[in-house]
């Protein structure tokens, strides 16, 4: 009992940091193409809040998501191909006015992305 | 190619340690302002210290990029909205913001700090 509990615990770890080697190269990958920093980030947190969105929506709705794709998808992949604390930087480095902008289109799009992904799985469902 | 991995091996241990530290927390969004800020403040001092490259790339893009999450911040706000706790969606977006910009602020300072007294 006690060690397939830390088996499994082991697992979900090993999971959680292969979608987060995923999610950080892909990040990265967008940070490269995109033409400023900001931008990419922007992409990233929309795109990855709208998936996330999707995701959490399907797997509270039905059973057909299962931990480990959560963990692997969801914590692992998703969550580490957004990020916060570059979306921060970024930000304190930007004149005031861009970092006014920057948190809008940020905040805005990023909780939209979650809305319509709301939206997205009521349709679907 | 080897930017690729730098990042990618510094995901792993970001993704790994925001998990350890969300089952850790385990209290609604403090898990998620927990390594925001903290993340935050660390990627505010790594930029700040005059770092080489590779260090950057695996501690930067991909620890403190893979520690924090802008995903999991949007849902869980949006979440506390649509159950009908506006107050604390606006808390909660609100306050992430002023304490991950104070954190860099901060991370920027110590930054500084140590970049002035290393060789």
Redesign the interface.
């Known amino acids: 009992m006690e060690r397939s509990s830390l088996l499994d615990r082991l697992r979900g770890l090993a999971l959680v940091g292969l979608g987060g080697f995923a999610g950080a190269t892909s990040r990265h990958a967008v940070a490269v193409a995109a033409s400023a920093p900001e931008l990419g980030t922007l992409a990233v947190n929309v795109a990855g809040s709208f998936a996330l969105g999707l995701l959490l929506d399907a797997a509270r709705r039905t059973d057909a998501v299962s931990q480990r794709t959560r963990l692997l998808a969801g914590t692992g992949f998703l969550s580490s191909f957004t990020t916060y604390s570059a979306f921060a930087v970024e930000t304190a480095a930007l004149a005031p006015r861009w970092a006014v902008a920057n948190v809008v289109a940020n905040y805005a799009m990023g909780f939209l992305a979650v809305v319509l992904a709301g939206l997205v799985g009521r349709w679907t469902a | 190619m080897t930017?690729?991995l730098l990042?990618?091996?510094?995901?792993?241990?970001?993704?790994?340690a925001?998990?350890?530290t969300?089952t850790a927390v385990e209290r609604d969004q403090w898990d998620t302002l927990t390594v925001?800020v903290l993340?935050?403040f660390?990627?505010?001092a790594l930029?700040a210290v005059p770092a080489d490259e590779s260090l950057l790339?695996a501690a930067g893009?991909?620890f403190?990029?893979?520690?924090?999450?802008?995903?999991?911040?949007?849902?869980d706000?949006?979440r506390l909205a649509?159950t009908g706790r506006p107050r604390r969606a606006a808390l909660n977006?609100a306050g992430?913001?002023a304490a991950?910009?104070i954190?860099?602020?901060l991370g920027?300072a110590v930054g500084v700090a140590l970049g002035s007294v290393a060789p």
């Open positions: 930017d690729l990042v990618g091996l510094g995901g792993v241990a970001g993704a790994v925001r998990h350890l969300a925001n993340g935050s660390l990627l505010g930029v790339l893009t991909g403190c990029g893979a520690f924090t999450t802008f995903s999991s911040f949007a849902v706000t949006v649509e977006a992430t913001l991950a910009l954190a860099v602020a920027g």
